[in-house]
């Protein structure tokens, strides 16, 4: 889910968390307001920020909304020094799937201040039964995940082209 549509409770949650001990992460693409992030960002010890792409135009096609607020949330998130921000890419096929597209988000990734590691995470399909069992068409079709063979050539690329740690799923 998207805690940032919950920001209060959020906050009240990862707050009590972090008083009794308990190490605490978030995972989301960052399209909230950059203040609303901010409210978090004291109880956050991880900060796990999914970049599908960094191209505005096909970023809009795929998702319908553009990304140039969360790839500027990414540089404030970095920034601003309160938590670990670790890049997440779910690599989809037709996508982003090939070597420039996954490179350009490795490097926007190695640019960002203190960022040390990024996660490639293969495609699956496990919403399609959902869909199904709700009567509707799985928007993506039968596209069948990035091969593990695949994943390791992204993996050893951005490690030989960056300095930043990778690790395949997450």
Same mark, same amino acid.
């Given at each position: 889910?998207?805690?940032?549509?919950?920001?209060?409770?959020?906050?009240? /949650?990862?707050?009590?968390?972090?008083?009794?001990?308990? =190490?605490?992460?978030?995972?989301?693409?960052?399209?909230?307001?950059?203040?609303?992030?901010?409210? /978090?960002?004291?109880?956050? #010890?991880?900060?796990? /920020?999914?970049?599908?792409?960094? =191209?505005?135009?096909?970023?809009?096609?795929?998702?319908?909304?553009? %990304? #140039?607020?969360?790839?500027? %949330?990414?540089?404030?998130?970095?920034?601003?020094?309160?938590?670990?921000?670790?890049?997440?890419? &779910?690599?989809?096929?037709?996508? %982003?799937?090939?070597?420039?597209?996954?490179?350009?988000?490795?490097?926007?990734?190695?640019?960002?201040?203190?960022?040390?590691?990024?996660?490639?995470? &293969?495609?699956?399909?496990?919403?399609?039964?959902?869909?199904?069992?709700?009567?509707?068409?799985? &928007?993506?079709?039968?596209?069948?995940?990035?091969?593990?063979?695949?994943?390791?050539?992204?993996?050893?690329?951005?490690?030989?082209?960056?300095?930043?740690?990778?690790?395949?799923?997450?």
């Amino acid at each position: 889910g998207e805690c940032l549509l919950q920001p209060d409770f959020s906050v009240g /949650l990862l707050r009590a968390a972090k008083d009794i001990g308990i =190490n605490t992460a978030v995972e989301s693409m960052a399209f909230a307001k950059y203040e609303t992030i901010d409210r /978090l960002l004291p109880y956050l #010890d991880t900060y796990l /920020l999914d970049i599908k792409h960094t =191209n505005a135009k096909k970023h809009k096609e795929f998702t319908g909304h553009e %990304n #140039d607020r969360m790839l500027e %949330n990414a540089v404030r998130i970095a920034m601003s020094k309160k938590t670990e921000l670790i890049i997440r890419v &779910p690599v989809i096929p037709g996508f %982003n799937d090939t070597e420039r597209e996954i490179l350009d988000i490795a490097q926007f990734a190695e640019n960002l201040s203190g960022v040390k590691q990024i996660h490639i995470l &293969p495609y699956h399909a496990f919403g399609k039964g959902k869909y199904e069992g709700l009567g509707r068409n799985y &928007p993506m079709g039968d596209v069948k995940g990035p091969s593990s063979t695949q994943m390791q050539l992204f993996k050893d690329m951005i490690e030989k082209e960056t300095s930043l740690h990778c690790q395949i799923g997450g």
